[in-house]
RNA sequence: GUACCUGUAGCUCAAUUGGACAGAGCAUCUGACUACGGAUCAGAAGGUUGCAGGUUCGACUCCUGCCAGGUACGCCA
């Protein structure tokens, strides 16, 4: 299984298209998608063709005649039976003798039959990006979660991925930061809890400056300072952006996050009087109302300023810098910013303008929807912003009730890494099993589900399999399950096969779609057949030989579970 | 005003991107020999997919027009 490892969709497309061009020579449209896809209800087989349907038109004869040549062509040996059925669907039924030999290969496969499509592409993901000075809130936890996740899926697939945190580090806000750090600063309450205290200082000058035309008038003379390097400024805006990252890190430790690069706004700053040259160059941008903007007439947007009346960039500037810098040092392939929807229509600009400017690279803006309370938008200023820390704390104090309820036994130390575990995999679980673009209602009750769909039901999916897998170990020593062959005899069991072969499709997809919710969905599903399985169908007390083949399947759905989590950044403890 | 997004079971969400009878979880109701871990399983009930048209073999999905909510729209990021 190496470079050219295929998931049973890919193989089974292939094989359709192959089947159709044989049976009807030059009159396959090009565009046409002549695929397979997995079928809804398995009375329909394990894959289905629809392709005939829409080629109707195209051969003038009618589907069903046009399926019966794809059933009657010579089948892949994956494939037991090809039927026609309904106006022309085409069912394939997978071949049970087939299934259980590649099950017992992906057994043996660290990559469970997972292709590497990225091997040798490089992808640059932007994500998380919190601003200095201010606390993460329950908002940024989407960016930071969904981001990560593509992050590991990508990186799972083979590609390069250069993970960026992309901090906002260089706005107008810190004139305000540095003579509210000058005036009313408390060092002890800096050095503890850093950003409760910057954010203070802020509001506390803020609130000054609307009522102190003199003070915001300073404000704005220690930004100009700040950006012309001025020295003492210069130090405090690096310890405003250090103590922030502290604080940053340790959110991000929780989670399991790591980051390639983290490099704020401030990192391009240099180049942004280049970036004006060339939009100059190209004849690109031009003055209007005593800024300098781009049209975008053609693309039927908005203009889009790149430099202030007052000479000053924006964020604009700083995004095109950031992209041709990018591309520059690392020649991606493509670039993936995480964020949430209110910055549409910037990103859909800044791709045009670019494009115009001559970057090549794909680039694409992920974006999810706001997270919301039940009351409405959450604003620093109406005061009802949920720290992400509190809801991380919060979570695992739920947790760590239940593990005390139902494991009394447990070491207290284990209890706590549990909990730790069970808590922050239900957070991040709630947010990657829906779909990124649906706008969030923060509920407590939601993030910390921990039955139904959510990642405690999945982790103490593999929490049982690995107490099976114990037991088998003492009941029957010295025995190895894969001397003995997997067999598929009863239907639960065929039908947790077909979801164990499915992975590889459900990570590809997860990744081109760049919806992790793709991803848990299967291994909700695969954790749920399981449940059945188990439920349903003995194994430690079957005989042997029956015994020995469902404690692979066992085996082979913990690993898929396994992997599939954490591929979503979801620990899986031994026992919960 | 313009653009984008959303509207699916009482609630929270899916639906392989145009496929077969729209699926899960929560909540409700009924069941499961101390079971290989009950944080589970089996089952019931719950729907005119916001509304009205259209496109076609076939529409939650595509087009048009409404309704409701969200977001963004030249000097904040």
Request: glycine share 6%.
């Amino acid at each position: 299984m190496q470079n050219d490892v295929l998931t049973i969709e890919q193989v089974l497309s292939d094989w359709a298209r192959g089947a159709f061009q044989a049976a009807f020579p030059d009159s396959i449209p090009d565009g046409l998608s002549v695929g397979v896809v997995p079928t809804a209800d398995e009375r329909f087989g394990d894959y289905q063709c629809n392709a005939a349907m829409s080629l109707a038109k195209a051969l003038k004869k009618p589907p069903r005649e046009i399926a019966s040549a794809l059933a009657a062509a010579a089948r892949p040996e994956a494939v037991a039976k090809a039927e026609v059925a309904g106006p022309g669907f085409v069912n394939l039924f997978l071949d049970p003798a087939w299934m259980a030999g590649r099950l017992e290969q992906l057994g043996d496969d660290p990559r469970l039959g997972v292709p590497g499509p990225g091997r040798g592409r490089t992808v640059v993901i932007d994500y998380s990006s919190p601003n200095v000075a201010k606390p993460m809130h329950i908002g940024h936890i989407r960016s930071t979660v969904i981001g990560n996740a593509l992050d590991r899926l990508h990186r799972f697939l083979g590609w390069r991925v250069i993970a960026d945190n992309h901090l906002g580090d260089w706005g107008t806000q810190f004139g305000l930061l540095i003579m509210g750090f000058r005036h009313f600063a408390d060092p002890a309450a800096y050095e503890t809890a850093p950003i409760e205290e910057l954010e203070r200082i802020y509001v506390k000058s803020y609130e000054r400056s609307k009522e102190d035309p003199a003070w915001l008038d300073a404000a704005r003379a220690e930004l100009v300072k700040l950006q012309q390097g001025d020295p003492e400024n210069r130090r405090l805006w690096q310890s405003f952006v250090e103590h922030s990252l502290r604080e940053f890190n340790r959110i991000y430790e929780r989670l399991g996050v790591s980051f390639d690069l983290v490099r704020g706004e401030s990192h391009y700053n240099d180049r942004l009087p280049g970036v004006i040259e060339r939009l100059e160059e190209k004849a690109l941008a031009r003055e209007s109302e005593g800024a300098l903007v781009v049209f975008l007439d053609d693309e039927k947007m908005p203009v889009c300023i790149v430099r202030k009346s007052d000479g000053a960039y924006n964020y604009a500037t700083t995004d095109l810098a950031t992209v041709a810098a990018r591309a520059e040092e690392f020649a991606p392939d493509a670039v993936i910013y995480v964020t949430d929807e209110r910055q549409q229509l910037h990103f859909r600009q800044i791709f045009a303008i670019a494009k115009k400017m001559g970057v090549a690279t794909r680039l694409v803006h992920v974006w999810f929807g706001l997270m919301r309370l039940p009351e409405g938008t959450f604003s620093t200023r109406q005061g009802n912003v949920i720290k992400l820390e509190r809801l991380l704390d919060e979570a695992q104090t739920r947790a760590l009730a239940v593990v005390k309820a139902a494991s009394p036994e447990m070491p207290a130390e284990q209890q706590g890494a549990v909990a730790r575990a069970v808590g922050i995999g239900a957070v991040k679980y709630a947010d990657l099993s829906q779909n990124p673009q649906s706008l969030v209602t923060f509920t407590w009750e939601k993030a910390l589900a921990l039955d139904g769909n959510s990642a405690p039901y999945l982790q103490y999916a593999c929490a049982r399999i690995a107490s099976v897998l114990d037991k088998y170990r003492e009941r029957f020593p010295g025995q190895d399950p894969a001397a003995h062959p997997i067999r598929l005899t009863e239907p639960i069991e065929r039908r947790l096969a077909v979801r164990l072969l499915r992975f590889p499709e459900a990570v590809v997809h997860a990744a081109e779609a760049f919806k992790p919710n793709l991803l848990a969905d299967y291994l909700y599903d695969l954790a749920q057949t399981y449940s059945t399985f188990y439920q349903n169908v003995p194994f430690l007390k079957a005989e042997a030989g029956p015994r020995e083949s469902r404690v692979r399947l066992c085996e082979l759905t913990m690993k898929t579970l396994r992997q599939g989590l954490s591929l979503l950044g979801i620990e899986t403890p031994e026992r919960i």
